[in-house]
């Protein structure tokens, strides 16, 4: 009888590690979460695809050469964001793309566009809308992102659509910053300034 309720508490003993173990490494797929990113498949043969990657631009001599200029300088303070010479350049060459496009819509840069101004600003959208504009935009951006820029790099009255182009915020005047600070503040408490590039001065 000893041995036989032996055997049956081994049997019990297996059986529940066997299930518990069974339980406790079982692999189930992950539930949906909108705070994580989810990624797809980029079919790189697409036209959407190669449009986007592409150099198409307009066609526009002076523009194509503003472009490429702010790509060059773009790239070169991307691999060396504390070399003083080639900031110089690059905001140089932004301005100069950021007045092309102020030229077509000037009303951009006081922020006083209303409906009159929906034929330049369309004009302004499609003569700076290319794939190659994209490219500049993405440029602008990733080299914005390093932190090496404030608000007295750019003159005033570029410097609103250069945030724009780039989307960097921390260049705006010091009152647009402040403001957009304060509701950034209310809405993620927890946010903090962006890190600057430390070159060292």
Known sequence: MGTLR???????????????????????PLKP??????????????PAYKLAQSSISDGDPTRDRLR??????????????????????????????ARAWLSIA?????????SSDSQNLERARQAFGSPLDIRVRDAMTHVHAKGIFGPADFPK????????????G??????????????EARLDPD??????????N
């Open 6 to 28: 032996f055997l049956g508490l081994a049997a019990l003993m297996f059986a529940a590690t066997f299930v518990g173990m069974n339980w406790l490494l079982r692999v189930e």
């Open 33 to 46: 979460d909108p705070r994580v990113p989810t990624f797809q498949r980029v079919d790189t043969d697409s």
């Open 68 to 97: 490429h200029e702010v790509l060059d300088y773009a790239k070169a303070l991307s691999d060396d964001p504390c070399n003083p010479t080639v900031k110089r350049y690059y905001i140089k060459a932004v301005v100069a793309y």
């Open 106 to 114: 000037p009303c951009v840069a006081t922020r006083t566009c209303g």
């Open 157 to 168: 009255d570029t410097v609103r659509l250069v945030a724009e182009l780039a989307a960097d």
């Open 170 to 183: 921390s260049i705006n005047s010091a009152e647009d910053t402040r403001a957009f600070r304060n509701v």
């Open 191 to 200: 946010a903090g300034p962006a890190p600057r590039q430390d070159c060292g």
